[in-house]
């Protein structure tokens, strides 16, 4: 009988550690299991990886007891838990931060028990177990008073600061960043700068309305064609153990055999990367019970071609096998109609994971899937550790979405993760878009994923709509004044308003004014902390007292009661330059650039527009640029006719998005205003122009998938217009139309697009045409985070790879946005065309994380998404 476990504890250190196991829990300390174990002075709830019989290599005196197992059954199948280790290999990732993401928070009402059951002597670390339960959320919410200056500090002062940036939080949510929120907003509170509200917990907004059940549609050729494919695959996966779930008896044998357990760092399995472990390419490693042919397809269809269906016969088939499904799409605010579908198809058994789960409903959808009782998931990113039972399928719709990519904490990335769990669980996994990712195209060409096509759009009467090049070189303002609303675009949206059609402008600045300049020295206004220009943002509220022509569209808010911000009609917007008025002068009409405020929108910092320029002291202050929330407002102004709505970050929230949406969707918003968040897949009958207002902005980012995102975002919002009968147009305005992204665009060629972005990618030597791991370092002195980064590139550059120059460093370099939140950031990039020798040199980098300054921080990423 095994006589020692091997725990990982939520730490940030590599490494599990050995703990004996007392006789008495011999038949509970599995593999999964969740323990209570002496960590230091602390005691901590860990996971167990594995079991072993050989004392490890210490004094056997300093091995504690486990001191009690939390979980009568292992809290994660095995599946789960050696999918968990590979992961946490593959990005360099401490296990016990990556088991956080797979673990609920522990009930209190559980560890009262265990209390009461007299199971442990000294108090349990609760301090990540927190916030869980409770009928009552206490809200948060910013009031308009402003702090006398230099009164507030520390947390107060940043907590203060994101209230009034992102508006009411439940203080919950604010502990989950700031340890001390609980104190900070109740002195906020006596300081009348933000009221504390007690509501009851609202109900999951998925689940509000009910849905009636639907038949799944007769599928056109494409779609039938591709559901074979993926029936196929299903069909050919090893049999499922039926229902066996907490009790599978594989649990323990499967995990134990696990190569990464117990010695992550040296795990030889996960220095494949999940791309190449495809049938292909290796025979399965890990002893997982169902590998016999698992299969991965990539379904390229064009926006509105019935992907959707497709996933929705996929999971039919899976769950009539008795399996269970997993569905995982960009950002699950911003698309509450596919679980409506979902749940029109499938009855509400269904766990939909989203990050305004309180922590009770979070455990209870786990627990729903832990048990079996549920076996559909669908989430953002983070389902990728949801516990479905028997995993037969996973889907990744819109595939090529940077939301997967996690950039804080454990950056996996969920789409290539999504894969490598699918394998190792042989189960089908299926990516879905209209824009595949140049990664996605690349395993299609090396035979690792197999294309499906669906060329056409899946309404009969449908068909892609005209998109026109409007050259902003050629077109000035139109009647609205602004240089933005070209006179082509000001008459394709009368048409579409005269039609009585809907409309969605494409804006991807969010805020009014993207910057505040100086008329006199040309500088621009930038954050304290951070090398970012502010924006200026005029704030949401109206001025009741002044109901100006927008009445009208502010009707359409009727019946609504209390602020929906981005219904809430817009001031008139200003005319011609907005000059900032100069101290002291007092007139009415300079309302425009009253109650606004400057935003950081890297670092939370808000604060009042200045009258001066911070360098020279002049008086003259000009707004440049335009956002969101201007657009909003000249739109309205130029159309007083049309309501107007608005769907950016500063109005979302779950709730409040999904209201927009569903007011577009009644026809009760004539013309959308917002950022990406339009661009998503929403299905809008009725919508028949897109208007993108400046298509450069995407493209002048100082980062290799730049075209590629220009491009991506370009298809997709213009993959809005026309989804029925009527047909659709498009208006691109842009200063480049020859730019690839553009004219590939314009042309519907995603293929075209693809083909020459892949020839440049290989000619540049970046992904998919080569690895990539990014290393930065921020700290709070410059020349200490300077020093550290050459530290690590010098690592790089003499481990035996660098030397070889089998990996390339490229750098070291300060990071384009060289300071955020008052830290230096540097990075070095390594780059090599395989990735046994970038893991090496990124080991090499790892081990001499330690010999670095404390005060700087490193980071590690792998197949890094954000370049900035
Ligand atoms: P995608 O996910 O590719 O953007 P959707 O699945 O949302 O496309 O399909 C677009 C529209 O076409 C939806 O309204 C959907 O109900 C409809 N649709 C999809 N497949 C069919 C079909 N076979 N017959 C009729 N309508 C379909
Ligand atoms: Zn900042």
Redesign the pocket.
């Known amino acids: 009988m095994p006589s020692y476990a091997v725990v990982a504890v939520p730490v940030p250190l590599s490494q599990p550690f050995h703990y004996a196991i007392p006789a008495h829990f011999a038949a509970e300390v599995r593999p999964g299991a969740r323990v209570l174990c002496e960590f230091g002075r602390r005691r901590l709830v860990g996971v167990v990886l594995t079991l072993s019989d050989r004392a490890p290599p210490v004094d056997p005196t300093r091995i504690k007891p486990i001191a009690a197992v939390v979980d009568p059954e292992p809290a994660l199948p095995a599946e789960l838990l050696a999918f968990l280790q590979e992961l946490a290999a593959y990005y360099f990732a401490p296990i016990g931060e990556v088991l956080r993401l797979a673990l609920p928070a522990l009930e209190r009402d559980q560890v009262k028990a265990m209390s009461a059951k007299g199971a442990f002597g000294g108090p349990l670390d609760l301090a990540r177990q927190k916030q869980v339960g409770g009928r009552k959320v206490l809200f948060a919410c910013p009031t308009d008073a402003l702090e006398p200056p230099g009164t507030l500090r520390g947390q107060a002062a940043a907590v203060l600061a994101l209230l009034r940036a992102s508006g009411e939080q439940p203080v919950a949510r604010l502990e989950e960043r700031f340890k001390a929120a609980r104190a900070a907003v109740k002195k906020l509170a006596g300081m009348g700068l933000v009221t504390l509200d007690e509501r009851e917990r609202p109900r999951d907004p998925f689940f509000r309305l009910p849905e009636t059940p639907d038949s799944p549609?007769?599928?056109?050729e494409a779609?039938a064609l591709a559901a074979e494919r993926i029936d196929a695959a299903l069909a050919a996966l090893a049999p499922t153990a039926g229902f066996a779930v907490a009790s599978s008896p594989a649990a323990g044998s499967s995990a134990a055999s696990s190569p990464a357990a117990g010695s992550p760092a040296a795990s030889s399995s996960a220095a494949s990367s999940p791309a190449a472990s495809s049938p292909a390419a290796s025979s399965p490693a890990t002893g997982s019970s169902a590998a016999s042919s698992p299969a991965a397809f990539l379904l390229f269809?064009v926006?509105?071609?019935?992907?959707?269906?497709v996933y929705l016969r996929a999971i039919a088939t899976c769950l009539a096998q008795g399996r269970g499904a997993l569905m995982m799409v960009p950002e699950i605010a911003l698309t509450p109609q596919v679980v409506a579908r979902f749940r029109a198809r499938f009855g509400d058994d269904l766990a939909v994971l989203h990050s305004g789960l309180s922590d009770a409903d979070r455990h209870a959808m786990w627990t729903s899937l832990r048990t079996g009782r549920v076996r559909v998931a669908i989430g953002a990113r983070s389902a990728l550790f949801a516990p479905v039972p028997d995993l037969g399928l996973i889907l990744v719709d819109e595939e090529h979405d940077g939301s997967f990519k996690q950039e804080e904490g454990v950056r996996y990335h969920a789409r290539d993760m999504a894969l490598l769990r699918a394998y190792r669980a042989g189960a089908v996994c299926v990516l879905g878009s209209?824009t595949p990712s140049l990664e996605s195209i690349a395993l299609v060409r090396r035979g690792k994923l197999t294309e499906l096509r669906?060329p056409e759009r899946?309404?009969r009467e449908a068909t892609l709509p005209e998109v026109h090049l409007v050259d902003l070189r050629k077109f000035g303002a139109g009647p609205s004044g602004d240089k933005l609303i070209s006179l082509p675009l000001h008459r394709a949206i009368e048409q579409a308003l005269k039609a009585k059609d809907q409309i969605i402008l494409f804006l991807n600045r969010r805020g009014f004014a993207p910057s505040v300049v100086c008329e006199a020295c040309g500088t621009v206004e930038t954050c304290a902390s951070c090398s970012v220009a502010l924006t200026y943002h005029r704030g949401r509220r109206a001025p009741r007292a002044t109901p100006g022509p927008h009445v009208a569209s502010a009707a359409l808010s009727s019946g609504q009661t209390g602020e929906l911000p981005g219904l809430t009609p817009p001031r008139p917007p200003p005319r011609g330059k907005l000059l900032v008025p100069p101290p002291g002068h007092d007139t009415d009409d300079d309302h425009v650039l009253r109650g606004g405020r400057l935003r950081c929108h890297y670092c939370d910092y808000t604060g009042p527009l200045p009258d001066r320029c911070s360098a020279c002291n002049a008086p003259s202050l000009a707004l440049e640029g335009l956002g969101t929330e201007r657009l909003e407002a000249t739109i309205a102004e130029s159309f007083p006719e049309a309501r107007v709505g608005r769907l950016d970050r500063d109005v979302a929230g779950a709730d409040k998005t999904e209201a927009i949406l569903n007011r577009m969707r009644a026809g009760e918003i004539d013309i959308l205003v917002g950022t990406q968040m339009v661009t998503k897949?929403h299905?809008l009958p009725s919508v028949t122009l897109v208007g993108v207002v400046n298509a450069d902005a995407a493209l002048s980012i100082p980062d290799f998938r730049a075209a590629e995102r220009g491009f991506q975002l370009l298809v997709q919002v213009a993959g809005r217009a026309g989804?029925r009968d009527r047909p659709g147009r498009v208006l691109i305005q842009t200063r480049n139309p020859q730019h690839p992204a553009v004219a590939f665009a314009a042309a519907h060629d995603v293929e075209g697009f693809l083909r020459r972005e892949l020839v440049d990618r290989q000619e540049v030597g970046y992904p998919p045409y080569s690895r990539l791991a990014l290393i930065r370092v921020d700290a709070p002195d410059e020349q200490v985070a300077r020093d550290a980064i050459g530290l690590l590139a010098a690592r790089a550059r003499t481990s035996p790879e660098g030397l070889a120059r089998r990996v390339d460093v490229l750098g070291p370099s300060a990071a384009p946005i060289a300071k955020l939140r008052n830290r230096y950031r540097f990075r070095v990039l390594l780059r090599a065309d395989e990735r046994g020798p970038l893991r090496a040199a990124v080991a090499a980098v790892n081990e001499a994380k330690n010999s670095i300054e404390r005060s700087v921080r490193i980071v590690i990423d792998i197949d890094p998404v954000a370049m900035l």
Not at 217 to 220: C, D, G, K, T, V
């Open positions: 549609p007769e599928l056109n779609q269809g926006t509105g071609s019935g992907k959707t269906e209209a669906l899946a309404h897949g299905d989804r």
